[in-house]
């Protein structure tokens, strides 16, 4: 069982930064995907980015590339994700996911496959 504990939201104006940490203890396991998701309301669950832990590669969703960075901390079993130039339509419950069973193959593009969620943590981006 893999247990994912999201924190680091809040409330930003836009243009700000933000930091959000997942601890986890999916640390177990050498390989596995895992990634950060994000869902305004009425929206569907879109996949922001992700990491292929064990093997290094990263993913980006257009909408962030160069302004949003994911990052592992093994000394801290932690994955990150740091997000700079925020825009109000970065508005959203962000969720960490992760998944050993789907690596190397890791579709970050779709959130049905991870099979381990954190509670989420609120984004508010405010102009």
């Known amino acids: 069982q893999v247990q994912l504990v999201e924190s680091g939201g809040g409330s930003v104006q836009a243009g700000g930064s933000l930091r959000l940490s997942c601890a986890t203890s999916?640390?177990?396991?050498?390989?596995?995907?895992m990634g950060w998701f994000r869902q305004a309301p009425g929206k569907e669950r879109e996949g922001v980015a992700g990491i292929y832990i064990g093997g290094g590669s990263t993913y980006y969703a257009d909408s962030v590339k160069g302004r949003f960075t994911i990052s592992q901390d093994n000394a801290k079993n932690t994955l990150n994700l740091q997000m700079n130039s925020l825009k109000p339509e970065d508005t959203a419950m962000y969720y960490c996911?992760?998944?050993?069973?789907?690596?190397?193959?890791?579709?970050?593009?779709?959130?049905?496959?991870?099979?381990?969620w954190g509670r989420g943590t609120q984004v508010t981006v405010s102009s």
């Open positions: 999916a640390y177990t396991y050498s390989r596995y995907c």
């Open positions: 996911a992760a998944d050993p069973k789907m690596w190397p193959l890791c579709d970050f593009k779709r959130s049905a496959k991870f099979g381990y």
